[in-house]
């Protein structure tokens, strides 16, 4: 699963509950129910996905029966006012769905559920079909990480790259997530290069450094 940089499909959830368009509105709830999740991708033809349900299309029709029995409709968006009499996937569904590429970083991902504001997003191959499913939870997987794992990928794929000649002088720690490097090196103007890559290793929390320059270090 590990690597720089650790990509959605390797997080992702694979087995994934979905609905087509002409579900019922109590299908959708059983599902949800069943599959203990708070939505469901919409799926068209072989599995392209052209919108999502959440619990959050369905509560205005819950709160149509607390209106008044004079037809009153609650308050809010058009197209919440609309949901109240949706009674198919397909009505009820926000659309288009916000969606993200098998093979985007976490961090794509993290902006994309950020800037619209959703918990999950749907996962699509290269061919635009429903390849899983990816939530903040699952972006939040690397943090669990073994600390020597991420030590082993700072020695590999850092100090031995910045620093060559003097990578067998570095000692590299990592408790739980925060790494340290420690030791001297020729060109300390690399430091922050190494400071950048080290934080973009996947699991790793915060970055210190205590290296000096030594021009005797071969």
């Known amino acids: 699963m590990y ?20 579900a019922s509105f109590k299908a959708v709830v059983e599902l949800m129910q069943d599959w203990q999740v708070s939505a469901l991708p919409v799926l068209e033809g072989e599995g392209r996905v052209v919108g999502v349900v959440s619990e959050a299309d369905l509560l ?23 949901k109240t009499a949706a009674v198919t996937a397909g009505d009820l569904m926000s659309s288009p769905a916000f969606t993200v590429p098998a093979n985007a970083t976490l961090a794509e991902a993290a902006r994309i559920m950020a800037r ?37 990928e700072i020695r590999r794929e850092v100090v031995s790259y910045l620093f060559p000649l003097t990578s067998s002088v570095i000692q590299v720690d990592v408790e739980d997530g925060v790494a340290t490097l420690t030791g001297q090196v020729r060109d300390t103007s690399l430091v922050p290069v ?25």
């Open 116 to 152: 619209e504001k959703v918990k999950r997003l749907p996962v699509v191959g290269e061919t635009g079909l429903l390849e899983g499913v990816v939530s903040r939870a699952d972006l939040l997987k690397v943090f669990l990480r073994d600390d020597r794992d991420i030590a082993e």
């Open 60 to 82: 205005p029709a819950e709160e149509l029966r607390d209106s008044p029995e004079d037809g009153y409709a609650p308050l809010g968006r058009p197209a919440d006012v609309a």
């Open 194 to 218: 190494a400071a950048r890559l080290v934080r973009a290793v996947e699991g790793v929390v915060d970055v210190e450094f205590d290296l000096t320059r030594s021009v005797g270090v071969r």
């Open 3 to 22: 690597g720089t940089p650790c990509i959605v499909s390797d997080v992702m959830t694979h087995t994934v509950a979905s609905v087509g368009r002409r």
